[in-house]
């Protein structure tokens, strides 16, 4: 009997030896686990605890690394550029961890990362923004510009901030960024005036973009901004922005592929086609957008790829196009903010003799993972005469014809080895948002639909793919990077 319950004591102190061994070993995981997330990003070496390891593999993704100023920034192949937007993402984590936990050290982290994204911004007219520059290494677009989606996360969490804090640096700071959504984007800003109201610019680009995603971030942005501090002056931005989206949000709806449009603006490729050894030379191009106006295409390559251009490495003089070859094809920007009102594309040529010149758009098929209209097969619009007194063509374009120019969102975010749709559900989420601001009816009507065009994927032919995940990835990816 002594033997049995010798045995038994042992047996049981072995087993409380185990469970503190593995208990320990799990902590010391953990902490482990904790210090190698520090080393990845680098917050140890500027004294702010932690992120989010359930946001990993986003942080991951973006290749978070902090500065020395305490600024996450994106780790490029030879620096850390100081993303604008990236600011948003850490304020908003550490204020999450404060909320859940009231540890103070969350809330002295927030304020740290902010004070430090405060001081990156720089003051514009009567605003402070966040600069894109060119030389950072974060954009294809050729000049700086300011996000209206940036300005806005940091309006909200700067607001939220100055409640906790009382600090008024960051009170200031947020009027200052709220005024940034009124400049219009003629004079540099993110404001655009349009036929049936005004939108805000995810990026000021020459020809409006009208960017879903962007837009409506940054108003429902506004509205919690205005939650917070109670402002005047956002309540009255959040209803006339509510008030556009009501009149416009139909075109973004594409029922055919259970989808929804990224941009209201797109890429189009039109080629022109000079027959029987034509060889004229162009000497200007237009294009036209009903109630938006006339832009220009220029005869040199562009690095804007959201703007109107030859497509021609060479180095050409600007103001004259000789043309040399067969076919020579352009980039485009065509806009449905003037639906049903077709865009038209217009060239002027010098010729001495007469010739025959037809005029082709590059059309094809819904593609998963790519961001526009890729062409895989050319639809006539039309052959045009031209002599030296007819020295212009001049084609409309119908939409039947350019359906996809406005494209659908697409798969090409990739976490965890896996393909999502990042815009769709936040079009989804946001309609579903603005409605309980509004109750408007339109904005549930998309909420609901939005939805069941993601349960449909399964069975449609253009989302079959292994490599895709069609549930909602989260919150956080909605700016490229």
């Not at 100055?162 to 960024?177: A, G, Q, W």
């Not at 005469?385 to 120019?405: F, G, M, Y």
């Not at 659908?408 to 603005?434: C, D, E, Q, W």
């Not at 349960?455 to 995940?469: G, L, V």
Request: glycine fraction near 6%; include cysteine; proline fraction near 4%.
């Amino acid at each position: 009997m002594k033997s049995y319950q010798k045995t038994s004591s042992l047996f049981t102190f072995r087993k409380g030896v185990l469970l503190i061994t593995f208990l320990g070993i799990t902590i010391a995981a953990f902490f482990f686990l904790t210090a190698k997330e520090s080393q990845n990003y680098g917050t140890d070496e500027v004294d702010l605890p932690p992120l989010q390891t359930t946001r990993k593999e986003v942080y991951d993704f973006y290749k978070i690394r902090f500065l020395k100023d305490g600024y996450p920034g994106k780790q490029l192949k030879d620096k850390i550029a100081p993303h604008p937007l990236y600011g948003a993402f850490v304020i908003g984590d550490y204020l999450k961890q404060y909320d859940l936990t009231k540890d103070e050290k969350y809330l002295h982290a927030a304020v740290k990362v902010a004070r430090a994204s405060v001081d990156r911004m720089e003051q514009f007219k009567d605003a402070l923004v966040f600069w894109y520059k060119p030389d950072m290494g974060l954009t294809q677009f050729p000049a700086k510009f300011y996000s209206g989606l940036t300005q806005s996360r940091y309006l909200v969490l700067l607001g939220r901030l100055y409640k906790v804090t009382n600090d008024p640096l960051f009170i200031e700071s947020s009027r200052r960024i709220l005024e940034s959504l009124f400049i219009k984007q003629s004079d540099g800003g993110v404001s655009k005036q349009f036929h049936s109201g005004v939108s805000i610019e995810e990026y000021p680009n020459e020809i409006p973009l009208y960017t879903l995603n962007g837009w409506l971030t940054a108003v429902i942005n506004v509205k919690r901004y205005t939650d917070v501090v109670n402002s005047a002056r956002a309540k009255e931005l959040f209803q006339q922005h509510v008030e556009s989206i009501e009149r416009i949000i139909d075109f973004y709806d594409v029922e055919e592929l259970a989808n929804s449009r990224y941009h209201l603006s797109g890429r189009c490729s039109l080629k022109l086609r000079f027959l029987r050894d034509f060889r004229p030379i162009i000497i200007r191009g237009s294009v036209n957008i009903p109630k938006e106006g006339d832009f220009p295409i220029k005869l040199q390559q562009s690095k804007n790829f959201y703007s109107n251009y030859i497509r021609d490495k060479k180095d050409v003089n600007a103001n004259r196009y000789a043309v040399t070859t067969e076919e020579v094809e352009t980039n485009i920007i065509l806009s449905m903010i003037s639906f049903p009102e077709e865009n038209s594309v217009s060239f002027e040529l010098e010729t001495s003799e007469e010739g025959e010149v037809e005029v082709l758009i590059g059309t094809g098929d819904y593609d998963l993972f790519s961001e526009r209209l890729r062409p895989t097969r050319w639809i006539s619009l039309g052959k045009f005469n031209v002599s030296k007194n007819t020295p212009k063509i001049w084609v409309t374009i119908p939409w039947h014809k350019a359906q996809l120019v406005a494209y659908p969102t697409n798969f090409l975010r990739k976490i965890g080895g896996k393909n999502y749709n990042v815009y769709h559900y936040i079009h989804m989420k946001s309609m579903k948002t603005l409605y309980a601001y509004t109750k408007k009816e339109k904005f549930n009507k998309y909420s609901l639909k939005w939805l069941r065009y993601t349960q449909k994927w399964h069975e449609m032919e253009p989302y079959k793919s292994e490599k895709i995940e069609f549930r909602p990835l989260g919150q956080g990816l909605d700016e490229k990077n």
